[in-house]
């Protein structure tokens, strides 16, 4: 009797064990699978319409945030509709701000912004993006382009200090180079010829960028050449 009854526990200890261990069956990732295959071939509007069918589906599935960033991007750059990129990507950071596209959404909904032209909510939305997602590679992309949009934005006092900002954090990032060839500009648009040439003597000391180098050889000869038109105006450096 004690026998059959230690063999029966074993047995159900075994069995209770067994379907404690199951693998899971996989969800249904056709849908993806299908939205996925539409964005490849450049189907932007099938892809938009698979998009939605997913991040619209009670309760919300696994490819969920797929599904928001996959309808931005085929919004975006797909059909240029960037004003309809940017509700599913809000939807996306609202509901998953930890997510795996968190990133790249909060990037989109900044580029969506510059591309509108909508310059001072694009700044701060790169500044946000700098702010929050930094530490994953977006940090001296966001601070240029924050710096980009203050100087399109006729804030050219602010577009300095934001250029300077990325130079001196990011001294060895290739997007320096670029920022210090912007001082240089900006100097230029503020009518300060000898404050330009100095900042683009400095940046042909350091940067290893053949383009860059170009670019700021054009604007140093192109300064020299018009001293003596100022000077002979009477203009002031």
Known sequence: MKRNLAIFLISLFFILGCSK???AVPPDNLP???????????RYDETIKLSKEISTQVPLGIGTEEAFYTEAYACAFGKADFQGARLP???LLDL???????????????D??????HYRNAARDYKKLAAIY??????????????????LDDKVADALAAYREL???????????????????SYIKLQNPKQAKSELQKLMAFTRNADIQRSAQKALRQIEEEEPVRKGVGVSE
């Open 32 to 42: 993806v699978k299908k939205m996925k295959e539409a964005l490849a071939a450049g």
């Open 167 to 185: 130079v001196e954090k990011y001294p060895t990032d290739a997007a320096a180079d670029t920022a210090q060839l912007m001082i240089a500009n």
């Open 21 to 23: 261990t199951k693998v």
């Open 89 to 91: 990507l809000k939807q």
């Open 134 to 151: 930094g530490e994953k590679g977006f940090a001296s992309y966001a601070l240029m382009q924050a710096a980009n949009c203050l100087l």
């Open 112 to 117: 969506c912004q510059y591309w509108q032209g």
């Open 96 to 110: 998953y701000p930890n997510g795996v596209y968190a990133a790249e959404a909060q990037k989109l909904v900044s």
